[in-house]
């Protein structure tokens, strides 16, 4: 199940580039027809068409010529690599993405998902160089590497692959916020409900310890506390039944429940990660979860360390045997950018 969406959601004249492209793309032509369109709706589809067709990795930009009175133009695709070594990778791709899936492949809607989720976490490294395949599947599929584009585009490729409604989102810089680069992320459709799934945030969060959800499954009131406005309008995303830390019962609202669940990790010598929506997370709150956690490590002869991704209000508590240098620190899923 390919989704599509930005193809639904174009004029008809974009609509016939954008199949000219896709059909000349995926021949691997050297030029091709296209209807007469300017250069900016042109850029337009070509990037939309990569979106909704991650498995495109090869076309990396283009040239056209328009003669006079003519009603089309002719494209000539530029290609990451020479036909013979694209066919190799399409071949590469397309047996990873399908051994990839075939574990998850009985498992629910949720669960794949968080499969998907857990791959980017724990097989891809954020990649700063910025090389050109970063930016495409090829980066985490074939490199192990990649920027937010081509962490996107992974997720909707294994989703597609795996039946899950999923469209690659985009948002502009702001450059007066300074954020340089656009960014990208998901937007998943499960058990019939739209979601915001931001995995290069929730791996930039897990490199140096375990797996997180900060980011898995967010509706627009919560992702846009730190991801700008979209470009392209997309579906409303207006629950949080599937929020990771609400499914999961790690969505807390009393400092009662903190207390009692920070005593349990510092027993057992585990992180604990939570969500808090027992109001507003501002300094005062945290002071008190603070309070919790060293009440907790005090029963056990432990200290905190803790951290607190703001924005999302969610925090990480663990135990050492000695007084940590920096009892709370601040965390931020910033590296996100292309």
């Not at 954020?179 to 058990?191: L, S």
């Not at 990660?273 to 956690?293: P, S, V, Y």
Request: glycine share 6%.
């Amino acid at each position: 199940m390919a989704v599509a969406y930005y193809y639904d959601h174009m004029t008809k004249p974009k609509q016939a580039a954008y199949r000219s492209m896709l059909a000349g793309l995926t021949e691997l032509s050297d030029s091709f027809q296209l209807p007469l369109l300017d250069a900016k709706e042109l850029s337009e589809v070509f990037l939309l068409l990569r979106l909704d067709h991650p498995k495109l990795f090869w076309a990396s930009g283009f040239h056209f010529l328009h003669y006079q009175d003519s009603p089309n133009l002719i494209m000539k695709p530029e290609y990451l690599f020479d036909k013979g070594k694209v066919r190799e990778h399409q071949k590469a791709m397309a047996s990873r993405v399908e051994k990839l899936a075939r574990p998850a492949r009985t498992l629910s809607e949720w669960e794949k998902e968080k499969y998907i989720h857990d791959f980017i976490c724990e097989n891809v490294r954020y990649d700063k160089l910025k090389k050109s395949y970063s930016h495409e599947i090829l980066g985490p599929l074939g490199q192990g590497v990649g920027v937010c584009e081509g962490i996107a585009k992974t997720v909707k490729i294994l989703c597609d692959q795996l039946g899950i409604w999923c469209i690659v989102v985009i948002s502009e810089a702001n450059p007066e916020k300074n954020i340089k680069y656009r960014h990208a992320w998901n937007i998943v459709k499960i058990g019939g409900a739209y979601y915001h799934l931001d995995a290069t945030f929730d791996n930039t969060l897990s490199h140096m310890g375990p797996v997180r959800y900060d980011y898995f499954n967010l509706d627009d009131g919560k992702v846009f506390r730190d991801h700008e406005p979209v470009i392209w309008k997309v579906p409303a995303c207006t629950t949080s039944d599937g929020f990771y830390y609400r499914v999961k019962k790690l969505s807390f609202t009393k400092i009662e429940e903190v207390e009692k669940r920070a005593l349990q990790a510092a027993k057992k010598g585990k992180e604990l990660i939570f969500h808090w929506r027992g109001g507003a997370l501002n300094r005062e709150t945290a002071a008190q979860m603070l309070k919790a956690f060293k009440k907790a490590g005090e029963k056990k002869g432990k200290y905190p360390r803790a951290a607190i991704n703001w924005p999302q209000a969610v925090l990480l508590v663990e135990y050492l045997s000695e007084l940590p240098a920096e009892e709370l620190v601040t965390e931020e899923a910033n590296e996100g950018e292309q």
